[in-house]
């Protein structure tokens, strides 16, 4: 909020005040005149106006309430309810309103992406029964739809054991994304970048979820956020953009970490696109999704993520990627 801003609101308040003040004055009832009037053998005292005596509310535990509205738990309680899920690769958020997660946590070392237990062909997209029937995201809702299931948390981050594979298909953790030149390409070179990390930092913890941005109609100029919404009848809303918050620790207990934060359109992004036009700060995506990520990290911890390494894709064919998973680390820059 600028300063402007606040001098008219503490300007307005103010007259409001001095207005409020005026009207309780002049609503007083007048002085009884034999009262008001000194006798004839007193000499004139001066006084001075008495101040408006303000009247204290009663404490709400002496009010007796006429209603009560939380009586409405007695049938349920209307949410909203966030559906926290925990599995063996992921945990996650699930909003019931757009049937898609509204965060989905991972944690990925270099020894859990060293680890070949699992195989993808093994694994099948499931609708989540942890989710009540009426919020969940169907398959036949992404039948046709022209877009892809496409994970939040990478399955290939999880082949270290083949439930947690598994767990990483479920519909829960996954969103309706552009296919071709996006989940297929350019994020999946972005998934492959995160991974990469983890030749520099021994742990890294990502945050991935979907974000519903307004656009500005170039007509008359006013901001509406607008999407696109599949399944027949419509149940599954398309995001906008997507974001990822990266925790790249140093492995220390109370070390430092560094932080970075993206935001992608989901659309088809050309390859040679830097990634580091995607980045912005932390505090934008939290106002954008209207969550937390790092309230508990101190100042003194944080480090950003691309002023350590650079933060660019490396374009990888897919089977060049999962032959390799970490790949090469992400280039450190130079201190001086």
Known sequence: MSKT???????????????????????????????????????????????????????????????????????????????????????????????????????????????????????????????????RAKLLDYFRSGYDRGHQVPAADANWSQDALNQTFLLSNMCPQVGEGFNRDYWAHFEDFCRRLTNTYPSVRIVTGPLYLPRRDPEDGKWRVSYEVIGNPPNVAVPTHFYKVIFAEDGITGGNVSLGAFVLPNAKIANDKPLADFEVPIEAIERASGLDFAEKLPAQRRRKLCEEIHCSILVREYLDRHKDLRGEAPRRKSLA
Request: net charge neutral; charged share 15%.
């Open 5 to 135: 801003t606040l001098a008219i609101i503490a300007g307005v308040s103010a007259a409001a005040g001095a207005a409020a003040t005026t009207i309780f004055l002049s609503s007083r009832p007048e002085r009884n005149s034999s009262l008001a009037s000194p006798s004839a053998t007193s000499p004139p005292t001066k006084t001075s106006p008495s101040a408006p005596v303000p009247v204290s509310p009663l404490p709400l535990k002496e009010l007796i309430p006429l209603v009560n509205p939380s009586g409405l738990f007695q049938y349920g309680f209307p949410g909203p309810v966030a559906d926290l899920h925990p599995t063996l690769s992921t945990t996650s958020a699930f909003d019931r309103r757009t049937r898609n997660p509204l965060w989905v946590a991972e944690h990925i070392t270099p020894a859990s992406l060293s680890a070949s237990n699992a195989d993808r062909r093994h694994s099948v997209f499931v609708e989540d029964e942890n989710i009540p029937t009426k919020f």
